[in-house]
């Protein structure tokens, strides 16, 4: 399944870019899994991505979601 993101440029038009959501998902949980140094067990980081990920199903500008998400789940699980 692909999700569609939106991103308005400088001009005001709107581009809209497809990236598959498991792959973000997958970088996001390896890259929390290599700053907590395995203190967390990688369920739980999954667990805390979807829950963060949840949270901006309704955004409107989703570009910087993924840095939302791992702000949450860093600080959540630290």
């Known amino acids: 399944m692909e999700e569609a993101l939106s991103i308005e440029t400088k001009t005001g038009d709107v581009e809209r870019v497809s990236i598959?959501?498991?792959?973000?998902?997958?970088?996001?949980?390896?890259?929390?899994?290599?700053?907590?140094?395995?203190?967390?067990?990688?369920?739980y980081i999954r667990l805390a991505v979807l829950e963060a990920k949840a949270r901006y199903q309704h955004a409107t500008i989703k570009a910087f979601i993924p840095i939302f998400i791992r702000r949450y789940v860093l600080k959540r699980l630290q």
């Open 20 to 43: 598959a959501s498991e792959t973000i998902d997958h970088a996001l949980i390896e890259s929390i899994c290599k700053e907590l140094n395995g203190r967390v067990d990688r369920e």
